[in-house]
């Protein structure tokens, strides 16, 4: 298995720009998620996703879109790049909601907007 | 959510043994207790967790008090590869994952 892919590593984008941040996972999860770590934080939570076509928000969604149309794919989509959104945006899958559940990460997409 | 406090910092040298302690004082009866770690660079990476027992695993074993306000995660023989942040993490089944700021570990040769 690959677990947690992100596409892609790192991206530039001027103040404006639109771009799409890709995730996929090949574990057959029901739960996935993003987040995104500014420099020296912790990570907080964007979106997350129960299964496929159910989405729901997270501590700072806005600025963010996200959609969930197959159990392996779960894109972030940013509608209007702001400087504030410059971080590292990670993305995470489990088998399902719930505690009892690990979680797994991808490596990141390194997102720098000017 | 519960919160809960780690110590900013620790050091180890290569080969002893660490305990990464956390208070969760406020943990709810059916909050699990997770423990993540994030390497230089690197997205989170599981650890291990727990309800009430003890619990083991090939990367740490996580000790947890009976009254469950506190645990702590143990790593057996500290490699310079487990210099990393570690975050414990009280995750009800409703809840979400959130991340405090955790505690860096570093492991001296």
């Known amino acids: 298995n690959a677990g947690v892919t992100q596409t892609p590593k790192f991206q530039v984008l001027k103040t404006g720009q639109s771009m799409t941040l890709q995730c996929a996972q090949d574990?057959?999860?029901?739960?996935m998620s993003w987040y995104r770590q500014d420099p020296g934080m912790g990570l907080r939570l964007i979106h997350y996703?129960?299964?496929?076509?159910?989405?729901d928000q997270g501590e700072v969604p806005n600025g963010y879109n996200v959609s969930r149309s197959t159990t392996e794919d779960f894109p972030l989509r940013l509608l209007s790049a702001a400087p504030s959104q410059t971080s590292v945006y990670f993305c995470?899958?489990?088998?399902?909601?719930?505690?009892?559940?690990?979680?797994?990460f991808g490596p990141g997409t390194r997102l720098t907007v000017t | 959510d519960a919160k809960t406090t780690q110590p900013n910092s620790m050091e180890s040298n290569e080969e002893e043994p660490v305990h990464l302690p956390c208070n969760h004082s406020?943990?709810?009866?059916?909050?699990?207790i997770h423990w993540y770690r994030q390497l230089p660079s690197q997205g989170p990476e599981y650890v291990i967790h727990?309800?009430?027992s003890n619990v083991n695993n090939r990367m740490a074993s996580l000790a947890i008090a009976e009254d469950r306000k506190s645990s702590t995660l143990i790593l057996h023989r500290a490699t310079l590869r487990d210099a990393a942040v570690y975050y414990c993490?009280?995750?009800?089944?409703?809840?979400?994952?959130?991340f405090g700021q955790g505690t860096t570990l570093q492991v001296k040769p």
């Open positions: 995470a899958s489990s088998y399902q909601q719930g505690a009892f559940y690990e979680q797994y």
């Open positions: 574990m057959n999860h029901e739960y």
């Open positions: 996703s129960v299964g496929a076509g159910i989405t």
């Open positions: 406020t943990i709810s009866g059916t909050d699990y």
């Open positions: 727990g309800l009430t």
């Open positions: 993490i009280p995750f009800s089944n409703t809840g979400k994952l959130i």
